[in-house]
């Protein structure tokens, strides 16, 4: 007997088709489109994936928590500190709303903080946006791709929290998209306001977005974590100016006095003091005419009108400040991608530094484009009988930096990047 004879003799009996189908129904096997299209919308942050971004989160059997529980940090100074951000999750397809579900271990005295932004051009960032519960979080604009960050507080010495589980579901009904002309999600409305500038200082600890301040370091801080850049980050900038001096630097800590006063944005948006007009800090309000008795979020007696503290390379070498004072700061729209974007003309590395001896961090690809943030000097790459030590640094997904070889990139020797680190 012939193959194709044997094949012939168990074809399924027409009748058994229909059959087959109703039988999958009634148990339950058959996933009707919406139910599918329910579970495509749904899905569970990987809490163990290597590419996330850690500062002080330990990866124990049950979770997520606290690697050292006396880590501290200056906008909590009352709680050990971790913070977990995800790699970026692409959607798809353009989403404004969410529910994100957080399962955790919280003892008394910690506490567990769960917020997402979005993108929609390569970049550039929605602010954050706290969630709570299973109440829905609407991002400001439609965004394809989707970012998770936890902040993990516990007592200093004793107990910390622990993240179970993460899960993102998008909304059954999703708003009309509301996108600027050119498409982009920006990062702040872009007004300047005059606020009074305190020095940072306190080199050797550790920021908000984890990382640790160093010798006449370079950043700034705002008492709202919804502009907190990643650690090593640009997605989020100020543009500070001083008596006729300016500097461009990232947003990677939380102060001074208060952590969720984002008076840069309007009233109706501001996650707190919505009775003040935009532009006016809480501190500045409460030191200047009694607001909320002259107390900040956490009743302590404001001092001083401060509505950004400035890290000591920005305020001495930058803007040339030697005492605390008022500076004018613009809030970047555009920050997110640098202002640049490379294309690459062949697969590459991605490293942590400006040399092939650094780790490998992402990679790019031939034929696509990158948002980038400056360029420097490196180690000297050759490829095609052309030897070139520009390194272009670019923002990673998980809020960190890496570099690539310039050689890699089409255009000119830096990519068309015309910006020096």
Not at 118 to 134: D, I, K, L
């Amino acid at each position: 007997m012939s193959v194709t004879s044997v094949r012939a003799q168990w074809r399924t009996p027409l009748w058994v088709t229909p059959l087959l189908s109703l039988l999958l129904v009634l148990t339950g096997l058959a996933a009707s489109p919406a139910s599918a299209r329910a579970q495509q919308d749904t899905w569970r942050i990987d809490l163990a994936g290597p590419e996330a971004d850690r500062g002080n989160v330990a990866r124990r059997a049950a979770g997520l928590t606290v690697k050292d529980s006396r880590h501290r940090t200056p906008s909590e100074p009352g709680a050990s500190h971790a913070v977990y951000t995800s790699p970026g999750k692409s959607l798809g397809r353009q989403l404004t709303a969410f529910t994100v579900r957080t399962r955790a271990d919280v003892p008394a005295g910690t506490k567990v903080l769960t917020e997402i932004r979005g993108s929609n051009h390569p970049g550039t960032w929605t602010q954050w946006r706290t969630t709570g519960g299973a109440d829905e979080v609407r991002l400001p604009q439609a965004v394809s791709l989707l970012q998770v960050r936890l902040t993990l507080l516990g007592v200093p010495g004793g107990a910390s929290p622990t993240v179970r589980a993460v899960t993102v579901t998008a909304a059954a009904e999703q708003p009309a998209p509301r996108l600027p002309r050119d498409g982009r999600a920006a990062a702040a409305s872009g007004p300047t306001y005059r606020l009074f500038a305190t020095r940072e200082g306190l080199t050797g600890h550790t920021t908000a977005n984890g990382h640790v301040i160093k010798p006449r370091d370079h950043f700034v801080a705002l008492p709202s974590r919804r502009m907190l850049a990643g650690n090593g980050g640009h997605e989020y900038q100020v543009r500070l100016c001083y008596k006729g001096r300016c500097e461009t630097a990232p947003v990677w800590d939380v102060g001074p006095w208060n952590t969720r006063d984002d008076y840069w944005n309007p009233p109706a948006q501001r996650e707190m003091w919505r009775d003040l007009p935009q532009g006016t800090p809480e501190a500045q309000a409460a030191y200047q005419s009694g607001y909320n008795g002259g107390l900040d979020e956490f009743g302590r007696r404001v001092a001083n009108p401060a509505g950004i503290d400035v890290a000591d390379g920005t305020f001495w070498d930058g803007l040339g400040m030697t005492d605390n004072d008022w500076v004018d700061v613009t809030f970047m729209p555009d920050s997110g991608g640098g202002g640049s974007t490379v294309t690459a003309w062949a697969e590459a590395n991605v490293r942590s530094c400006a040399s092939t001896s650094c780790n490998a961090v992402s990679k790019v690809y031939a034929g696509q484009s990158y948002p980038a943030h400056c360029w420097t000097v490196g180690q000297s790459v050759t490829a095609e009988g052309i030897t070139n030590d520009k390194w272009i640094r670019l923002p990673l997904n998980a809020g960190g930096v890496g570099y690539v070889s310039g050689i890699y990139l089409k255009g000119d020797e830096t990519g068309g990047v015309t910006t020096r680190c």
